[in-house]
T-cell receptor, first 115, second 111 residues
Framework: NAGVMQNPRHLVRRRGQEARLRCSPM?????VYWYRQLPEEGLKFMVY????????ESGMPKERFSAEFPKEGPSILRIQQVVRGDSAAYFC?????????????FGQGTRLTVV | GEDVEQSLFLSVREGDSSVINCTYT??????LYWYKQEPGAGLQLLTY?????DMKQDQRLTVLLNKKDKHLSLRIADTQTGDSAIYFC???????????FGAGTRLFVKA
């Protein structure tokens, strides 16, 4: 049973380009969470999704950021018109559909560098 | 409110014990976690403790929970150079789904 898979592991984008980060949850998991880790900081919650639904996006910046988790395929975190401040590690986690307080399993992260 | 605080740095000699401390503010948290992050790597769940426990031991790791003071600690016995990493304390409040992380404690192990 493969863990949470994120790709790419490293992504370099020029300012103004779009970044698309992908996350495939563990098999059987239908809940996906995205976190951002700025340099020298802890992880901050961004968004919580279930299949085809955004449950909580209270941590998402209001502009340029969007997330989806379609019925088929991985969850996508999309950042439009990237700026240097978007440079960070973006982690995805997944959990099974058994209620709250269930352990979330984390992927290896995508390290985005904006040049 | 939701907040998890940790000291930022800890330096120990190889073979000594390391104690990493954490305080949290949400007294309703049911699960409290310790994660390890090596340079350039993802998060590895080290251990967790339920809020109805005071202590949990797993090989070289001992977790102590003081619910009254909202204080959590991770003790690593016989610390090795391979233990050098960032250690994150985290909680999931009861009824919630977000994992709330501390800023991480950077453990340096000197040979």
């Amino acid at each position: 049973n493969a863990g949470v898979m994120q790709n790419p592991r490293h992504l370099v984008r020029r300012r103004g380009q779009e970044a698309r980060l992908r996350c495939s949850p563990m098999k059987g998991h239908s809940h996906v969470y995205w976190y951002r880790q700025l340099p020298e900081e802890g992880l901050k919650f961004m968004v919580y999704l279930q299949k085809e639904n955004i449950i909580d996006e209270s941590g998402m910046p209001k502009e340029r950021f969007s997330a989806e988790f379609p019925k088929e395929g991985p969850s996508i975190l999309r950042i439009q018109q990237v700026v240097r401040g978007d440079s960070a590690a973006y982690f995805c986690a997944s959990s099974p559909p058994v209620g709250t307080n269930t352990e979330a399993f984390f992927g290896q992260g995508t390290r985005l560098t904006v040049v | 409110g939701e907040d998890v605080e940790q000291s930022l740095f800890l330096s120990v000699r190889e073979g000594d014990s390391s104690v990493i401390n954490c305080t949290y503010t949400d007294s309703s948290s049911t699960y409290l976690y310790w994660y390890k992050q090596e340079p350039g790597a993802g998060l590895q769940l080290l251990t967790y403790i339920f809020s109805n426990m005071d202590m949990k031991q797993d090989q070289r790791l001992t977790v102590l929970l003081n619910k009254k003071d909202k204080h959590l600690s991770l003790r690593i016995a016989d610390t090795q150079t391979g233990d050098s990493a960032i250690y994150f304390c985290a909680e999931i409040p009861t009824g919630g789904f977000k994992t709330i992380f501390g800023a991480g404690t950077r453990l340096f192990v000197k040979a």
